[in-house]
């Protein structure tokens, strides 16, 4: 069974509409791990603008509130706050930036803190109208099936839009009704039922730039545009010669990798996020790339075997990419 067969079976007592159990190409997250939110709050200062006391959802929606989120390193930029604050006022968002910048990770820690159930849609699946916003199955009108953001405009909780500028528009149409004014979504599938957006229900939309580097993307339309209020950008913490100690120590904790090592995995990654956004390699490693290659030297293997395994071929399937690659590891590392 699927997580959003399991979904549906679980809220049909709770939904106006029947429901049968169908499986539809949709990326859902639930996580089960149990974790004490309260410890990891004490970080964050969202409560002034997302109450987790103040919100209240069925027991089997509450269960899609993310669980076991590790805390997200930035530079002072204090984005968890800034992106409650955006959901608080305006009740969506969109967060800009690189592949491996934190983004998902981000909203993930968000929806932890305030309590709030995560619905995530995967913009880049083939994913149709149908699957999102429903369909009868079978014969006849007797047994229809919700779609996610039919489930999330229902119940609430945080619809999360990755890879958003690689939308259909067809699906993107849909959706200004619910994020404008009128706050509603029709389902024309379903005689034009009309469905309220819930009290508590949010919207975050990430992306990468549009570039020829991500296939597939586009630059938002101006209607989609103008219903994200609040746009905030991302980017890595150490880009060129601008090294973040801060991404140092967090390699050194997560590996117990020598701090010499970890120095030297940072600058290579630097220069490597460089060359990314400059377009002269068609990938930037991310902080957790990089702690991939310091676990595998901590446990034994060689500086250069372990970046052979995990940064070189991660960067590119063409072999000159990892040849530039290779030597550049090996200049950074010899020089530092």
């Given at each position: 069974?699927?997580?959003?067969?399991?979904?549906?079976?679980?809220?049909?007592?709770?939904?106006?509409?029947?429901?049968?159990?169908?499986?539809?190409?949709?990326?859902?997250?639930?996580?089960?791990?149990?974790?004490?939110?309260?410890?990891?709050?004490?970080?964050?200062?969202?409560?002034?603008?997302?109450?987790?006391?103040?919100?209240?959802?069925?027991?089997?929606?509450?269960?899609?509130?993310?669980?076991?989120?590790?805390?997200?390193?930035d530079n002072g930029d204090?984005?968890?706050?800034?992106?409650?604050?955006?959901?608080?006022?305006?009740?969506?968002?969109?967060?800009?930036?690189?592949?491996?910048?934190?983004?998902?990770?981000?909203?993930?820690?968000?929806?932890?803190?305030?309590?709030?159930?995560?619905?995530?849609?995967?913009?880049?699946?083939?994913?149709?109208?149908?699957?999102?916003?429903?369909?009868?199955?079978?014969?006849?009108?007797?047994?229809?099936?919700?779609?996610?953001?039919?489930?999330?405009?229902?119940?609430?909780?945080?619809?999360?839009?990755d890879e958003a500028n690689?939308?259909?528009?067809?699906?993107?149409?849909?959706?200004?009704?619910?994020?404008?004014?009128?706050?509603?979504?029709?389902?024309?599938?379903?005689?034009?039922?009309?469905?309220?957006?819930?009290?508590?229900?949010?919207?975050?939309?990430?992306?990468?730039?549009?570039?020829?580097?991500?296939?597939?993307?586009?630059?938002?339309?101006?209607?989609?545009?103008?219903?994200?209020?609040?746009?905030?950008?991302?980017?890595?913490?150490?880009?060129?010669?601008?090294?973040?100690?801060?991404?140092?120590?967090?390699?050194?904790?997560?590996?117990?990798?020598?701090?010499?090592?970890?120095?030297?995995?940072?600058?290579?990654?630097?220069?490597?996020?460089?060359?990314?956004?400059?377009?002269?390699?068609?990938?930037?490693?991310?902080?957790?790339?990089?702690?991939?290659?310091?676990?595998?030297?901590?446990?034994?293997?060689?500086?250069?075997?372990?970046?052979?395994?995990?940064?070189?071929?991660?960067?590119?399937?063409?072999?000159?990419?990892?040849?530039?690659?290779?030597?550049?590891?090996?200049?950074?590392?010899?020089?530092?």
């Amino acid at each position: 069974m699927s997580d959003l067969e399991e979904i549906n079976q679980r809220i049909k007592e709770t939904s106006t509409s029947k429901s049968v159990n169908e499986k539809f190409n949709v990326s859902v997250t639930m996580s089960k791990l149990k974790r004490n939110t309260h410890v990891l709050s004490k970080n964050y200062d969202i409560k002034k603008y997302l109450d987790p006391t103040k919100f209240t959802f069925a027991p089997e929606i509450g269960e899609l509130v993310p669980k076991d989120t590790p805390p997200y390193l930035d530079n002072g930029d204090k984005y968890v706050e800034r992106i409650s604050r955006a959901l608080a006022f305006f009740k969506q968002c969109a967060l800009i930036g690189p592949s491996g910048t934190g983004k998902t990770h981000i909203v993930y820690l968000v929806a932890e803190l305030a309590g709030l159930p995560l619905w995530e849609i995967n913009c880049g699946l083939q994913t149709s109208v149908f699957d999102l916003f429903g369909r009868y199955v079978g014969l006849g009108k007797e047994n229809w099936i919700d779609g996610l953001i039919t489930l999330w405009c229902r119940h609430g909780g945080i619809l999360y839009l990755d890879e958003a500028n690689m939308m259909k528009q067809d699906i993107a149409t849909r959706l200004n009704p619910i994020l404008d004014q009128r706050g509603h979504m029709v389902l024309t599938e379903k005689d034009n039922e009309i469905i309220q957006r819930h009290k508590d229900a949010f919207l975050i939309i990430s992306m990468n730039p549009v570039s020829s580097e991500f296939a597939g993307t586009k630059p938002i339309n101006a209607a989609m545009r103008r219903r994200m209020s609040v746009w905030l950008n991302f980017d890595y913490m150490s880009v060129g010669a601008k090294i973040d100690e801060k991404e140092i120590d967090l390699v050194v904790r997560k590996t117990d990798v020598d701090r010499k090592d970890a120095e030297k995995i940072i600058r290579i990654g630097a220069e490597l996020r460089k060359q990314y956004k400059s377009g002269d390699i068609p990938y930037g490693p991310s902080i957790g790339d990089l702690i991939n290659w310091s676990k595998l030297i901590a446990d034994g293997t060689s500086f250069y075997d372990a970046a052979e395994e995990t940064i070189i071929a991660l960067t590119s399937d063409d072999i000159e990419i990892q040849g530039m690659v290779r030597k550049l590891i090996h200049k950074i590392a010899e020089s530092a």
